[in-house]
């Protein structure tokens, strides 16, 4: 570990433990006890890159039966904080209804607070059939939606395609992981306004936002 101040953060399970013979292998790449095709074994390797890339350590503290904790600790930065953000992480605002719709419950409620910070009206929705729903009963409510392209019943795409019969003009824009550009090879980007990637930072969310209003704005003249 580097000399000088650190953060430490703990994070503490009351979980089986892990045995102390296994102790010296658990972040070794590929090294997991659970079932085939659940584990990659791979969480803890990636931590202590992560960490150590970071001139970090992990410390590990645990007993059969009585739980375990990991403790991460960071260098602290002592300089300086920058005096000004770069353009690439300025958040702008704006205004307008955006649905939000993501089959994950943490995502939907760190989108909404994220969209109402910048100003906007937010719904949200768990999946694209209520979704199509909301839109349905009142076309005209929302400006924008946000959809996941990957949800268990209906996909982005799929949703997006059965939006524009409702309501054409109603911009999509969809949310993808880095590993998901099939979408544009099935011919759906005609459904599709924008693209943000995953993981979705504020400044991000919100340029491709303002891109997509002013752009709808101007359409309309
Ligand atoms: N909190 C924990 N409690 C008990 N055992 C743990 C804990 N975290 C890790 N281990 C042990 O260390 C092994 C390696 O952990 P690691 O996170 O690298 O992979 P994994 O948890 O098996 O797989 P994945 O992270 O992909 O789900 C685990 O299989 C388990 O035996
Ligand atoms: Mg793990």
Sequence with gaps: MSPGRHIKLTVADTGPGIPPEIMNRIFEPYYTTKPVGE????????????????????????????????????????????????????????????????DEQWLREMLSAMLTGMGYTVSASENGAKALEMVRSNPSQFDVILTDLTMPEMRGTEFARQIKAIRSDLPVILCTGALEDSFRKEGDEDYIRAVLKKPVTKAELSRVLAEVLAAQTEKKG
């Design 39 to 102: 584990g990659t074994g791979l969480g803890l390797a990636v931590v202590h890159g992560i960490v150590s890339r970071h001139g970090g350590a992990v410390t590990v503290q645990s007993a059969p039966g009585k739980g375990t904790s990991f403790h991460v600790y960071f260098p602290v930065v002592e300089a300086p904080e920058a005096q000004q953000a770069a353009p690439e992480q300025v958040v702008l605002t704006g205004g307008g209804s955006v649905l939000v719709v993501d």
